[in-house]
Nanobody, 126 residues
Framework: QVQLVESGGGLVQAGGSLRLSCAAS????????SGWFRQAPGKEREFVAA????????DYTDSLKGRFTISRDNARNIMSLQMNSLKPEDTAIYYC???????????????????WGQGTQVTVSS
């Protein structure tokens, strides 16, 4: 069993930056692909970014490439999301997720993730 806890959310002005962290309990976290998703008010949860268990491969939703960077530190069981040039449309609750059922070919598929954090709110003001 893996427990995930996000942190780092908050209120920021447009153009600003935030760094989200996802702290995992359980050594097995380092063996799983992991990802970030977000859910804006009134919208479905959507894929943001994912990283392979080793960190050697990453994937981003096209609209976020160049602004967001995902990384992980398996020695510390932490995954991060650096968010730059934030826009009001980035306002959402951000969730980290991981799990043994995730295969890289379907890393954007929300239904494949076994473990989820509680989410952290990111609000970008204009």
């Amino acid at each position: 069993q893996v427990q995930l806890v996000e942190s780092g959310g908050g209120l920021v002005q447009a153009g600003g930056s935030l760094r989200l962290s996802c702290a995992a309990s359980g050594r097995s976290f380092r063996n799983y692909p992991s990802g970030w998703f977000r859910q804006a008010p009134g919208k479905e949860r959507e894929f943001v970014a994912a990283i392979s268990w080793s960190g050697s491969a990453t994937d981003y939703t096209d609209s976020l490439k160049g602004r967001f960077t995902i990384s992980r530190d398996n020695a510390r069981n932490i995954m991060s999301l650096q968010m730059n040039s934030l826009k009001p449309e980035d306002t959402a609750i951000y969730y980290c997720a991981a799990g043994p059922s995730v295969r890289w070919a379907a890393v954007r598929d929300i239904s494949k993730y076994d473990y989820w954090g509680q989410g952290t709110q990111v609000t970008v003001s204009s």
